[in-house]
């Protein structure tokens, strides 16, 4: 059976790679898209309605499934909207401040809603892999994270650097508000031993680079994930929407639930 999507922001550099697999991909058909007035030419020639506004696009697309990679501010939007008519909600947007994502939490107890900071699957293996090294190497290893995006990506640090802080954070017992080190600068003094530092690189057309560094004694290990195209965290969420289709609502869903 193949689920029907809408993709909003269907201009974005999500949006658009997102209506490509959805018309090429199976399990999925591409039922509207939504996108600003200003920014919608060329998106006739997807064959589906196009609209600026969800509230006009859901009543033609009963039980379509809902693809976000757009701003915070508008993906919050979209899970209320989307929270009105019924209609499964993936949100993709990162960014995200500690409120909005206890909003969505909250949309998600009648509704179903899915969001994740990175939906690529080699992303969720390494989070899985992650605690394992931090718990073989022990306590001798600093723990740090690095990221590099193309110049236009608007948050800093990125979900991906700030989900992968998070899994080390808890595979250390730590709390990652009280040990993450977002910025060095100036005499800073020598590394404390509960810390995390979470640095951000910027430039060129950079899908998007992670690694996580293990600093011990006499050697280190780098482990790191490269996007090489966006391909990998939209068919990551067209798969989720087919997935989060068959689900009741109940609780905010992530990647880890889908390959439970
Ligand atoms: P982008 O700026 O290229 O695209 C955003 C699109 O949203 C634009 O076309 C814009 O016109 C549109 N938009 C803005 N307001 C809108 C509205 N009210 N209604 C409809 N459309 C609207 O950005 P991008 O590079 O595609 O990234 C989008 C988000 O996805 C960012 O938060 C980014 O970090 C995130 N992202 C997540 C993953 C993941 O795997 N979860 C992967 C890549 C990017």
């Known amino acids: 059976m193949q689920t029907p999507v809408i993709i909003m922001g269907a201009s974005g550099r999500m949006g658009s790679t997102l209506t490509r697999l959805a018309r090429e991909g199976e399990g999925v058909s591409l039922a509207g898209v939504v996108e600003r007035e200003d920014r919608q030419e060329g998106l006739e020639h ?71 900071p990175n939906m690529s699957i080699g992303v969720n293996a390494l989070c899985k892999v992650l605690p394992l090294l931090t718990e073989i190497l022990g306590a001798a290893y600093d723990l740090e994270i690095s990221e590099i995006h193309h110049r236009h990506k608007k948050d800093a640090p990125s979900g991906t650097a700030l989900k992968l802080a998070q899994v080390l954070a808890e595979a250390r017992g730590w709390d990652l508000d009280k040990v993450a080190a977002y910025c060095r ?50 068919s990551g969420a067209l798969r989720a929407a087919a997935w989060l289709s068959g689900q009741k609502p109940g609780r905010l869903y992530a990647m880890a639930d889908m390959f439970a």
């Open 185 to 234: 600068e100036g005499i800073i003094g020598a590394r404390p031993d509960e810390e995390i530092g979470v640095q951000t690189l910027r430039g060129g057309d950079v899908v998007g680079d992670h690694t996580a560094y293990f600093f011990g004694p006499g050697e280190r290990i780098e482990v790191t994930h490269r996007a090489h195209s966006r391909d990998t965290f939209a």
């Open 46 to 116: 997807l064959g589906c309605p196009v609209e600026a506004d969800l509230d006009k696009l859901l009543p033609q697309c009963p039980g379509a499934a809902i693809i976000d990679f757009t701003a915070p501010e508008v993906s919050l939007g979209t899970a209320r909207t989307a929270a009105r008519f019924g209609n499964p909600v993936v949100v993709g947007t990162t960014g995200l401040n500690k409120e909005q994502v206890a909003q969505l939490t909250v949309l998600a107890e009648k509704n179903p809603v899915f969001w994740a």
